[in-house]
Structure formats: C-alpha cells, structure tokens
C-alpha cells in the first residue's frame, strides 16, 4: 500500500465482456464495468459510499489521504467475471503471503463491512424497490442470501455454522468470531481456504467483504423509505 495512492487490480473476463476493478488494500471496494476505464471510473465513483467503512475500521484518516488511482495489474478473470463483472479469479496481490499485522487490517476491514451491512438492514423499509437485480428480493430475502453464500465460504476454513444461525443476533455473532479465528489459524499455518478449490486467504476475505458491502449498498439503493 503506497500512501495516498490506491493500488487497483483489473481482472479481466475472457470474452472482453466485463472488467473489474479491484482496490487490491480495501477489501469490499470493487466495482465492474464493460471495460477498464468504465471499472476504474465506476469504483471512484464509490470512494465515498466505502468511506464509512473505513471510517468503522478507523482508518478514515488513510483512506480520505487517497488522491491517485493506479491500476497495477491486468489478470484473467473466469467466465462469471464476463457474466456478473465481478471479481472470481486471484490476482498475484491475492497470492502473497500476508503478515500478521497484514491480516489483521484486511480482517478489521471485513469486519467493518459487516458492521456497515447490519446498520443498513436495520435502517432500510422491509419491502424493496422492484427492478432486475436479485429477482425482486425484500430486505430479509437480501440478508438470507448474504448469509447463506458466507456460510458456505466459512466452510471452507473449517467453520459449519448450522443453517439459519446467522439470522439471531447470538447465532450471527459466534459465526463470525468463529470465521476470523478460522482465519488467523488457517494463516498461522500457512494453508489456503477450501478442501478442493483453493481460495488464498486474502481473496477470500476480500470476496466476503466485497459481497456483504454490495448487498449492503443495494438495500440501500432500493429503499423505499428514502422515496
């Protein structure tokens, strides 16, 4: 991380169809477009949605310091990159090894992303606005789904958090410090996530910040309160 510049990955769909951008020590902030230059444009658009994250995670302070952009990386993304423009594949920032003050960022960063998520559920109206994304999910629809595709990522550090746990406050709690302490081990032991697709640990927090923050930012969109 270069002070007040944001380092940005493009990933690439194999069919030019999508690209994403990702800000490689911002875990959650990425954003996809038909090209680079939309991508990269669209995710600095976002600077300020992504700001009370880091502000949860006090580290406002580096992150209102950002002023440049600089794409770092172009990678090959997987055929769901050109489908959905997000990010499923690892760049080579994904697959380095991690310090243990590192890890601790990147799971501070997370965890204001969950922060961020469960202040927006609490606030947003039950119905939603209607449109494509999601299949007109409600609120509650959002939050089951984003729960589901976490604890099945968790899984892969180990964590088998029983079905519709995560939907009470004491049950959404022990899975989420059971997931970090999952992380921290599986790091101190220098394994990736996964028992046969191989996630690296980075990848796989920023994938979990990314997905909660999106859904975060979409019952946002679609609140009807805000009407």
Sequence with gaps: MTNNRMRVTLEIGPKGKKVTAVAADWPGLERGAKTGAEAVEKLRAYLPRYAPVARLADMSADFDAIHNIDVVEQYPGTGSTDFWGISFAFSSIDAQ???RDELARELRLM????TFFDEVRGRVSAEM???PRGGGRDRD???RHTFAAERDWASGVG???PDGAMLT???LKTHREAYCQAIHDYHSQGKQAGS???WPLRYLIR???FHTLDHAWEMEDKDLTKL
Excluded: P, Y
Excluded at 111 to 114: D, N
């Design 141 to 143: 629809g959002i939050v």
């Design 97 to 99: 090894e991690m310090s």
């Design 196 to 198: 046969r697709a191989k």
């Design 207 to 209: 994938h979990t910040a």
């Design 111 to 114: 965890q204001a992303c969950w």
């Design 129 to 131: 606005q209607k449109g």
């Design 159 to 161: 964590v088998l958090t």
């Design 169 to 171: 406050d004491d049950g």
